[in-house]
C-alpha cells in the first residue's frame, strides 16, 4: 500500500499548487500588471500560503476533530479529489479558475489576491493535500517535515515569478501546460493510491501488489 514520506509529498505539492500552476495563474495577471507589482503580489500571496500551509500542516488532527471527520474519510475524499482534479489537468482543464471577470476591487495588490484566492493561495485541493500528507503520522517530526514541503513548493513559485516576471507576457503557455498534463498523470496516480488506503483503513481487503 502506497505510504507517504517527504520526497511523495513534495512532488505531491509541486503537482498541485507548485510552479506549473502558479506560472500560469500569474501569466493571466501579467497582462495587466508591471513586474513590480507581480513581484509585490508573489511576495504576500507566498506569505499567506506560507502560513496556511503550517496551521494546517500542524493543526490538521484539530480541524478533523472539530469537524468529526476521520482520517480515513479525508483519505478518500482527497483520493477522488486529487484523481479528478489529475484527468482534468490531462485534458487540460484547469479547475478552480475564475476566468475574465470584469469586477476589479480598486487596489490592485487586493484584487490580485482575491483573483488568486481559490485557485492558489486558499485551494482546495492545496488544503486538502496538506492535511492528508499531515495526518500520514502522528509525530511532530513528520508535520514540521510537511510544513516544511509545502512552504518550500510556495517559496519555489516566488522565485520562479520573481524570475521569469519578465518573460510571461511573451512567453507561450504551451509549455507549462504541456508539464501540468505530466504532473496530471502522477498526481490520478497519487489520487488512486489514497483511495485505497482509505478503503483498507476501513477493513476492506486489498490485494497486496508484489
Known sequence: MFVFNLSSAFITFF??????????????????????ELRRLAAWTTVISALIGLV???????????????????????????????????????????????????????????????????????????MVVSLNRDDWTWKAAVSGAYVGVVVLNYLCVAVLAPLMRRTHSTSLEVLSRLLGLLLAAVGVELFLEGLAGLGAHLPVAH
Open 56 to 130: 494546517l500542516g500542524f493543526g490538521a488532527d484539530e480541524v478533523t476533530t472539530l469537524f468529526h471527520i476521520s482520517d480515513q474519510s479525508l483519505r478518500l475524499a482527497g483520493g477522488t479529489i486529487f484523481f479528478f482534479y489529475a484527468v482534468a489537468l490531462v485534458f487540460g482543464i484547469h479547475l478552480g479558475a475564475d476566468g475574465d471577470d470584469d469586477e476589479h476591487l480598486t487596489n490592485p495588490l487586493a484584487d490580485g489576491i482575491r483573483e488568486l484566492l481559490l485557485p492558489y493561495i486558499a485551494s482546495p485541493l492545496a488544503i486538502s493535500a496538506v
Open 15 to 36: 503537482a498541485v499548487v507548485g510552479p506549473p500552476k502558479t506560472l500560469l495563474a500569474f501569466a493571466r495577471l501579467s497582462r495587466t500588471r508591471s513586474d513590480r
